[in-house]
């Protein structure tokens, strides 16, 4: 079992910025790749940036790169999103995620842990 508690949303003017933390308790968290989901009611929780288990290799949805950085520190079973000049569009819950192996994955069936999500706002 892993358990992922997430931090860090709130709301924010936009061109602001925000660090989301996802901590991590339980499995091996340096093991596993890891995730940042963001959903809007009514609609599918879509990746927003996603990394391996050593934080060598990152991905990024197109709308957030340059703007958002994931990282993680193994030694403190730790997940971060900093997510700069921020847009009305990012307003969303965004949920971090454990994947079942070590690798960068892409698909939200790929996941098998969810944190219980943190509303992030962002105003015009």
């Known amino acids: 079992q892993v358990q992922l508690v997430e931090s860090g949303g709130g709301l924010v003017q936009a061109g602001g910025s925000l660090t989301l933390s996802c901590a991590a308790s339980g499995r091996t968290f340096s093991s596993v790749g890891m995730g940042w989901f963001r959903q809007a009611p009514g609609k599918e929780r879509d990746l927003v940036a996603a990394?391996?288990?050593?934080?060598?290799?990152?991905y990024y949805r197109d709308s957030v790169k340059v703007r958002f950085t994931i990282s993680r520190d193994n030694a403190k079973n730790t997940m971060y999103l900093q997510m700069n000049s921020l847009k009305t569009e990012d307003t969303d819950v965004y949920y971090c995620a454990a994947a079942r192996s070590s690798s960068v994955y892409l698909r939200s069936q790929e996941y098998d842990y969810w944190g219980q999500g943190t509303q992030v706002t962002v105003s015009s």
């Open positions: 990394i391996n288990r050593s934080g060598g290799t990152t």
